[in-house]
């Protein structure tokens, strides 16, 4: 990664679990498929609840303090992690380059961020310690 450090990667990781965790324990309201995506559901909810000290707040702003040039290594660490195409280590940079157009939003739609962002660095074979 060139641009992304294991810094951020962690506190990305550490603020989705939490948001994850107080996604679980609130109601989040259920799109309607044919009327909403969730990523709509979702921003409306965050819109609904106002609240600087919610979770997801905080992932959300640590998201969009990140460079165009980290959020497209974080998308692309996310793809691998999450191995739905059977990505390698190797087809990184090319991910990269894939996530070219991918906005902020993106990540924070992945329920399972944390999970895919540590499982792409365990591919990489970077170091999940601090």
């Known amino acids: 990664m060139n641009?992304?450090?294991v810094t951020k990667v962690h506190e990305n990781i550490s603020l989705a679990e939490l948001a994850?965790?107080?996604q679980n324990s609130n109601s989040i309201p259920k799109p309607k498929l044919?009327?909403?995506t969730f990523g709509e559901a979702l921003a409306e909810y965050l819109y609904e609840s106002q609240n600087p000290n919610v979770p997801i707040h905080?992932?959300?702003d640590y998201i969009y303090q990140l460079s165009s040039e980290e959020v497209k290594e974080a998308?692309?660490?996310m793809w691998l992690g999450r191995g739905a195409g059977d990505e390698q280590p190797?087809?990184?940079p090319v991910l990269v380059k894939e996530a070219q157009t991918m906005k902020p939003d993106y990540l924070l739609e992945k329920s399972l961020l944390a999970k895919y962002l540590r499982?792409?660095?365990q591919k990489l074979n970077i170091s999940l310690k601090r």
């Open 58 to 60: 905080n992932l959300s």
């Open 20 to 22: 994850s965790s107080s």
């Open 75 to 77: 998308v692309a660490l």
């Open 90 to 92: 190797e087809d990184f």
């Open 3 to 5: 641009f992304l450090t």
């Open 119 to 121: 499982n792409g660095l």
């Open 34 to 36: 044919d009327i909403q």
